[in-house]
């Protein structure tokens, strides 16, 4: 069976009182057992939900990391330096780092490689934007992604690897897929990874699906055959509504 996953991305959002308040209130919820539950603060807290999150059910996630190794790159944080914090998952490939700052297949395929050598989990966004959607492109988009990035890898673990679908257009924007649109690109993505690798690893990986979903809408969305989970933006930040959306799956 496999894994039902919600993981909330908090952004640059909260400073260090504000993430330790939200996590707290997250803990103190019910949460569905069923569900493996991640929580992402910044870089600075990485360090405090780490021990907030012990002993408990909840994991916690970096929101990015470098593609190099270590050396004069400003600003970069590591496999390493996460690796030194007991940070063993990460978020790679977020349609903000592709397209505000600029982070291209190459430095994607880089991190790939250099997370799975390292043993980290890997949550690996991929989408298309408004135009791509508009002009029924939204196929070609996602397989060319992938075909530059997970599909020049050899080979892949399915319990170290999440695929995170997020329409770029339905980001911040108040919009959504619809259930049936999920359901489609799921079943799309998880083909690709069979015709690529093998059905047993496509049954094994989790996609889950990352577009504004929100306590009213991701019961119907995480009910569809395909979907295992999802990866939250703006609703993480309330521990209300990120543990109606836990108790969803």
């Not at 790939?112 to 980290?120: H, Q, R, W």
């Not at 690529?196 to 990986?205: G, Q």
Request: with cysteine.
């Amino acid at each position: 069976m496999r894994k039902k996953i919600v993981a909330g991305n908090w952004k640059m959002n909260n400073d260090e009182i504000e993430s330790q308040r939200l996590i707290n209130s997250i803990i103190e919820k019910k949460l569905d057992n069923n569900c493996e539950v991640y929580v992402s603060p910044s870089f600075p807290f990485l360090k405090d939900a780490i021990k907030l999150c012990d002993k408990t059910n909840i994991k916690v996630l970096a929101q990015n990391v470098s593609h190099e190794i270590e050396g004069a790159f400003t600003g970069d944080v590591s496999c390493k330096m996460l690796d030194s914090l007991e940070v063993k998952s990460v978020i790679i490939g977020h349609s903000e780092r592709r397209t505000i700052f600029k982070e291209d297949n190459n430095m994607l395929l880089n991190k790939l490689k250099l997370c799975f050598k390292n043993n980290f989990q890997v949550f690996f966004c991929i989408g298309e934007d408004i135009d791509a959607r508009k002009s029924e492109e939204q196929f070609f988009v996602i397989e060319d992604q992938l075909n530059k990035t997970v599909f020049q890898l050899e080979n892949i673990d399915p319990n170290k690897l999440i695929i995170a679908y997020e329409p770029v257009w339905a980001i911040g924007t108040g919009l959504s897929a619809t259930p049936n649109q999920a359901q489609e690109m799921h079943k799309f993505i998880r083909e690709k990874f069979k015709n690529k690798f093998s059905e047993s690893i496509s049954e094994k990986l989790s996609i889950i699906y990352g577009g504004s979903v929100k306590p009213s809408s991701a019961k119907e969305i995480f009910a569809q055959n395909d979907v295992d989970g999802g990866l939250i933006g703006g609703a993480s930040l309330k521990s209300n509504d990120f543990a109606d959306i836990v108790n969803s799956i």
